[in-house]
């Protein structure tokens, strides 16, 4: 099993930038491929940005390019997502989650674990 902690949502300006990061317990010794998704209200889930196990590959959903950077720490087993020039539709709760597998995958359901979750709202 594997528990994902996300952290660092919050209320911010549109143009303004949050980080947030996503800390792995548990059986954390597999190669897990991490993501992060959002759901807004009436949504579905969709996938923001996705990192494979390595930091080698990286994929981002078209409307965050260039604004969202995913990264990793291994030796803290931590997951990061930096999103700057936000914008009132980024507005959703946020997930991490984490699959045992090296590829990256936008699919939601093709994912074992996930976090609790941690609302980004951003004011026009």
């Known amino acids: 099993q594997v528990q994902l902690t996300e952290s660092g949502g919050g209320l911010v300006q549109a143009g303004g930038s949050l980080r947030l990061s996503c800390a792995a317990s548990?059986?954390?010794?597999?190669?897990?491929?991490m993501g992060w998704f959002r759901q807004a209200p009436g949504k579905a889930r969709e996938f923001v940005a996705g990192?494979?196990?390595?930091?080698?590959?990286?994929n981002y959903l078209d409307s965050v390019k260039g604004r969202f950077t995913i990264s990793r720490d291994g030796a803290k087993n931590t997951v990061y997502l930096q999103m700057t020039s936000l914008k009132p539709e980024d507005t959703a709760v946020y997930y991490c989650?984490?699959?045992?597998?090296?590829?990256?995958?936008?699919?939601?359901?093709?994912?074992?674990?996930w976090g609790q979750g941690t609302q980004v709202t951003v004011s026009s």
């Open positions: 990192i494979s196990w390595s930091g080698g590959n990286k």
């Open positions: 989650t984490a699959r045992a597998d090296l590829t990256i995958i936008i699919t939601p359901t093709a994912y074992m674990y």
């Open positions: 548990g059986r954390t010794g597999n190669r897990y491929t």
